[in-house]
């Protein structure tokens, strides 16, 4: 479901970029200018970060993490139903503002104050302000749910430092969500307060202050880039042990790097904010702490490439995709670095310098490692295989096409042209770095459709996938693909890293049990999430219309469903031993 989700949203993101790409093919184009230029823009990158690669991250933490650590579910199936339908009508409530009111919000996904004031933007912002909340406290609700699995669903044998590598970015990010929202809700309430109810938060002229936004608001955005690439560094790293055939380089110092990058990535935020006149100490401090997470970074891009050195590397389009990934990721790292230097970024800021650099992390990392997720769990959980030829198609036409975007706009940006702006002016120099972006986005575009053609293919070809069919090492590859509801039919027993490799190498072929084989008790399915969610989504457009009756008789809805499911008895249903798909060989 977040998949499904998570892939619609991104389609529609994509579709923005692509009309902001073609706007900005040639100089002086007028297709899309001005408001509707900045609306493009704004839901571009609020619906690509909040409701695309949020959710494809989720569900891949979803359906691998309780198959990684020998769980049969999350630790709390419920809170997970509703966190789905809360973050998916908060990206509805969002989208609605194309067609209500007065257009989509167009203060950029930071929204930053006095942009988002009422003095300076219309009902559209409304949207971005409720659509958020009640997506925000979804994806809280699923950090939370993460964390509780992490901690007490472990299979006996299992200790923390035995967690595959992809376990633990999972738990490291769910730390950080269920720290970062926080910071960005109070900040949506407090513009709630401002825009509903005449407050003044962020209005100088009563003696509020605008850089509070941009303080709370990157004190959740920055971590927020780290919820985003960690899980995409557990997945390289599996990935790349996988096929090296060779156990992760260095597993316990990626463990300590990846703490260490979640921890520091709580104590720069104020990188975002160099120009705002904080003063030189305050600049220097965070200019040094953001250079610092370059340490624990460099240690993984080593380990990974100590893990192919003398490991027996395959090449397919799983594996491709984590080693595109390594490069593609160290210029994004790098250009980072050069922002992180506090008066170099006087001249970046706000330039399309920016939008290259941010780009090569996001798309050229987190986007590779997505997809290297997703051609490799493919079969576990779905029980086809995607398509090779496809797939090489699918990654070579992303890598050129990606590059060929973003490669320029370091140029571009480093020649003054501005973000967030929407043409340039003919002979200044821009027009070829620009022309060249725009193909490049189509070069994407294709490779999107290949893969979609690729997902369609696969699901209508009949093919079985055996168990492992990749000869892996962790405990997802040892029951059938796809994962039965119930994952394991006998909890497992884990004895050393890997512990699928470890029974393999001990030739035991198999892995070995933690309890007899007994009736399995499941969750019973409910309704009650989704008319939660509806209730509070129902109140957001109360208060967007300002129509209190509306937004109160939503609140009250949800509470009123909150209480029955707290007072209504769930026993829940078993699963005989007789329907148990039991004993797989690996
Ligand atoms: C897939 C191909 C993509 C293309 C062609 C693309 C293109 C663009 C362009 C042209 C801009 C506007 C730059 C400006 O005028 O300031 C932009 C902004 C942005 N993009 Fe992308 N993008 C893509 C993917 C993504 C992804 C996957 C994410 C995040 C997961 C993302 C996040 C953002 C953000 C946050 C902004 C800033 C929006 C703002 O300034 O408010 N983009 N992108
Ligand atoms: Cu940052």
Redesign the pocket.
Known sequence: MYLLAGGFF?LL??LE??L??IQ?MYPDLDIFVGGT?NQL??M???T??FF??MPIIFALLNAIVPLQIGARDVAFPFINALGLWLFFLGGVILNASWFLGAGAPE????AYAPLSTPAFSHMGVDFYVLGLQVAGIGTWLGGINFLVTIINMRAPGLTFMRLPMFTWTAFVTSALVLFAFPAITVNLILLMFDRLFGGAFFNADMGGNVVIWQHLFWIFGHPEVYI?ILPAFGIVSDVISTFSKKRLFGHSAMVFATVLIGFLGFMVWAHHMFTVGMGPIANSLFALATMLIAVPTGIKIFNWLFTMWGGQVRINTASLWSIGFIPTFLIGGMTGVMLGVAPADFQYQDT?F??AH??YT??GG??FGLFSGMYYWWPKMFGKMLNEKLGKWNFWTFFIG?NL??FP?HFLGLMGM?????TFLPNAGLEMGNFV?TI??FG??LS?LIFLLNIVITNRSEQTVPADPWDGRTLEWTIPSPAPEYNFAQTPLVRGLDALWVEKMEGNGQISYAEPLGRIHMPSPSVLPFLMAIGLTFAAFGFIYHTWFVAATGLIFTFVLMSIRSVKDDPGYYIEVEDIDEGVKV
């Open positions: 991104f993101g994509g970029a692509l902001i790409r900005l230029f823009l704004t571009h990158g609020t690509m970060i695309a690669a203060a950029g996904w930071t985003l399309y920016v939008i941010f780009h996001i798309v987190m986007v990606f975007t973003f706009q501005p973000r967030r702006v929407f972006s490049g986005a994407m575009t999107i």
